[in-house]
């Protein structure tokens, strides 16, 4: 039976998947002080609990995107969702740093796979003019699954304790599975193609200016990987950017309470400030989507939309600095707009330049530099709290997307251009 529709159902999922993700995710970060408080740990030990997640999510960044290329986003995005599922209810056993980090090794050993999965997903089943809203529906996942963390999970903490979040957050993702597995299929199947028929653009032999590349065009090794110019200039664009939205996520409820005063039930306000960064994932791949669709080359599109979200960051350092919690939140809620803004663009930036055969391992890379960034924030954060205060790391995040900007723009147009609006369809 033919499903015309069929291509937006499995970006439906992919955003429910992401909602789990970051649901499990961040539960330990809205539970911290609970959490801290019960199992008597310090900030040191918070900070080293969070990079024992990121250090498994770089190892599986750079791995699960080889599998992903192997199994294909059916198989492979089961078994992700699955392993940081099963993760995240034994976190509820755990008695000490050693087991919380032992825990949380194995949700991020998870948990990375969906961020190579999921724009797999979308490379086979959308044409380069609908990649970025596609990127934008399941990114949104991510705050909309933040949004809604905070109202629920600490609910669940003050009505069943704080290790019920963890078990009920991890038998979700095991009900998600069924429905991934029942509905999707290759979209080169023959009863499918009319899922395919908006990207007739990439008809063999046809390369647009963006990745709307042939099945035929070979792929890169891991290797070959690693010695392209753009894939470079793309992981240390994430590297040094993305850290200011895992400091939101990780860091920025602690501060609300340590330098804010805010308790751990006050807490749940932050819902506010990941709605906004759940527009913002939606209109940055949007407003990209009009333009490629008017025939413009979709790299300098993103690249420009990039530069409008790099313009919001200097205000950063006004997150501390306001004198009420509402300015601060209010701040905040803009920087993470124009950050996931941000974050679309150059994840389709990934899209638009590397071969599709190659897109899950070239996407692990590419996040891996995004994990190292996170890594470095936490002991930087940790340290800087310690000593100083959080005003400084604002102050940092100033001016972190200005700075790499222009080496992502030179990366990414040093390549050789492309005929225009050939991915049109």
Not at 65 to 71: F, P, R
Not at 323 to 335: D, H, K, M, R, T
Not at 388 to 399: D, E, G, L, Q
Request: aromatic content about 12%; some cysteine; glycine content about 8%.
């Amino acid at each position: 039976m033919k499903s015309p529709g069929l291509r937006w159902w499995i970006v439906g999922l992919l955003f429910l998947a992401a909602v789990l993700n970051y649901v499990d995710k961040n539960t330990l970060a809205l539970l911290a002080p609970t959490i801290q408080r019960d199992l008597n740990l310090n900030d040191q030990d918070y900070a080293n609990i969070q990079n024992a997640f990121q250090v498994a999510y770089t190892i599986a960044l750079l791995a699960s995107g080889a599998i992903v290329d192997k199994l294909g986003p059916r198989l492979s995005l089961a078994l992700f969702v699955g392993w940081w599922s099963l993760a995240n209810v034994f976190t509820s056993l755990a008695r000490s740093v050693t087991s919380l980090s032992v825990f949380r090794f194995l949700l991020g050993l998870g948990e990375a796979g969906n961020w190579t999965a999921s724009p797999k997903t979308v490379s086979e089943w959308f044409p380069a003019k609908e990649r970025g809203l596609a990127i934008g529906i399941y990114t949104a996942g991510t705050p909309i699954g933040m949004t809604l963390a905070p109202l629920f999970i600490i609910w669940l903490a003050e009505a069943f304790g704080w290790r019920s979040a963890f078990v009920v957050t991890g038998l979700m993702g095991l009900v998600w599975l069924a429905p991934w597995l029942l509905l999707y299929r290759s979209p080169r199947a023959p009863s499918e193609a009319i899922s395919l028929a908006p990207a007739e653009g990439e008809r063999a032999g046809v390369r647009g200016n963006s990745n709307d590349t042939p099945t035929t065009e070979p792929g890169w090794t891991w290797l070959q990987a690693f010695g392209r110019v753009e894939v470079w200039c793309l992981l240390v664009g994430r590297m040094l950017s993305d850290p200011i939205w895992f400091f939101y996520q990780n860091w920025y409820p602690k501060y609300l309470v340590s330098a804010r005063g805010l308790t751990q039930t006050d807490v749940k306000i932050t819902w506010v400030m990941f709605l906004a960064a759940g527009l913002g994932s939606l209109l940055g791949g949007w407003i990209a989507g009009r333009f490629i669709k008017q025939g413009r080359a979709p790299e300098r599109v993103r690249l420009f939309v990039m530069l409008g979200c790099a313009l919001f960051m200097p205000l950063s350092p006004l997150v501390a600095l306001v004198p009420s919690v509402g300015l601060s939140l209010a701040v905040a809620s803009l920087i993470v707009f124009a950050h996931l803004a941000w974050l679309i663009n150059i994840s389709a930036l990934v899209l638009d330049v590397v071969p599709r055969r190659s897109l899950g391992t070239v996407f692990g890379i590419v996040a891996a530099g995004s994990s190292v960034g996170a890594i470095v924030m936490n002991d930087l954060v940790a340290k800087l709290v310690k000593h100083h205060s959080y005003t400084n790391w604002f102050w940092i995040a100033a001016c972190l997307h200005l700075t790499v900007f222009p080496l992502v723009t030179w990366g990414v147009l040093r390549r050789k251009p492309q005929a225009p609006n050939s991915n049109k369809a």
